[in-house]
């Protein structure tokens, strides 16, 4: 009983907080609702029903802290901020570990080796299969140049759809790649063929934790507003959008965003590499290009897309080729690969169409 009155009363302060952490908030009012709200808790004494131990009791603990220490002029606003912004990442992560990745065994595979004859591998992002899909003369010379290439999915692909809930996608990966996939194995990639059906039913096991990787990708979005507010800076903003040697000209800035989300440095990332798995390394990479605001979006909606661009990135380099009709995702990518000395080749769908089909 007591941590379902947790549950409600931590909702109710949480909601406090984040009213109080905006700019022009009514903190009088705010502390009055706090005042009230506690001394209704106090006085039908089900703050003495609480465990104290699952998630929601400490986190209307933590919350009733956050409100005092800021009303008593313990913290600033801007503490606050970044108090909340660590316990809700910090319940995140918790939350993604207590699911943790679905346990399998070999019957949720069917996984049959690739047969490698030489033909370059593409790899489509999901906006460029749609027009596979749609446009009947693009699947037409797709078809013809399958005599020539080889066209590969990957799990961020399953993701995507799965999220959408749109899974007659599936077919058309299915049809596009004749079932050739790009999976992880302990510390590189593997190509097979598998048919991406597997894969969905291998996502369904756990929805819940792509729910909460996307939440915890979503909150990301705030580093740069809350530990780096330079990178704000609408002429720095300019600057970094438009430089075509990205690691070179802001090699400081990137280095510093590095040592926030991971524990290398550019000149090491070589010799890093070859010890750490390449999701870690791309995983780093990508996220310091969000803090220095280089071409990322931040909109939810578009952000949270940025994640699916990631785990395409974390696939795609085991390909010939990557096509996509994202801008923004083929500038991030060819800055990324290039630096890693991926084999890869980063192409627009235009090019895609005009010089490879």
């Known amino acids: ?46 703050v003495n029903l609480l465990c104290g131990k699952c998630q929601k009791c400490l986190d209307l603990d933590k919350y009733i802290m956050l409100l005092y220490k800021f009303f008593n002029e313990e913290i600033s606003k801007n503490d606050l901020r970044i108090e909340l912004y660590e316990w809700t990442q910090a319940e995140n992560i918790d939350d993604c570990l207590n699911i943790g990745v679905p346990t399998l065994s070999s019957e949720d595979f069917n996984i049959s080796p690739f047969k490698n004859n ?71 990639l593997y190509i097979g063929y598998e048919n991406p059906n597997y894969s969905l039913e291998r996502i369904k096991k756990k929805p819940e934790y792509l729910r909460n990787y996307e939440e915890y990708w979503f909150n990301e979005s705030k580093i740069r507003e809350l530990y780096f507010p330079e990178f704000e800076n609408e002429e720095f903003r300019k600057r970094v959008g438009s430089s075509n040697d990205l690691f070179f000209e802001f090699k400081e800035q990137i280095n510093k965003a ?55 990135l974390k696939y795609a380099w085991k390909a010939d080729y990557l096509v996509t009709r994202d801008k923004k995702f083929y500038i991030r990518a060819k800055q990324i690969y290039n630096l890693l000395n991926f084999k890869t080749v980063v192409i627009t769908y235009d090019d895609f169409l005009e010089k490879h089909l």
């Open 1 to 46: 009983m007591g941590c379902e009155i947790a549950l409600k009363e931590s909702a109710f302060f949480r909601e406090l907080l984040e009213k109080l952490i905006q700019e022009n908030s009514e903190e009088t009012l705010i502390f009055e609702e706090t005042r009230v709200r506690w001394n209704e808790v106090k006085r039908s004494g089900e």
């Open 118 to 188: 030489d033909k370059p591998i593409y790899y489509l992002d999901l906006n460029v299969i749609n027009q596979y899909k749609e446009i009947k003369f693009i699947k037409d010379k797709i078809e013809i140049s399958k005599k020539i290439y080889e066209y590969a999915y990957s799990p961020a692909h399953v993701f995507e759809i799965s999220r959408m809930n749109n899974y007659d996608r599936l077919k058309d990966i299915s049809e596009l790649t004749a079932n050739l996939v790009i999976l992880p194995e302990e510390v590189n």
């Open 258 to 312: 590095l040592l926030f989300v991971g524990s290398f440095q550019l000149d090491m990332i070589k010799k890093d590499i070859e010890q750490r798995d390449y999701d870690e390394v791309l995983f780093c990479l990508y996220c310091a290009l969000n803090i220095i605001s280089y071409k990322c979006d931040n909109d939810e909606r578009k952000f949270k897309s940025g994640l699916y661009d990631l785990e395409h």
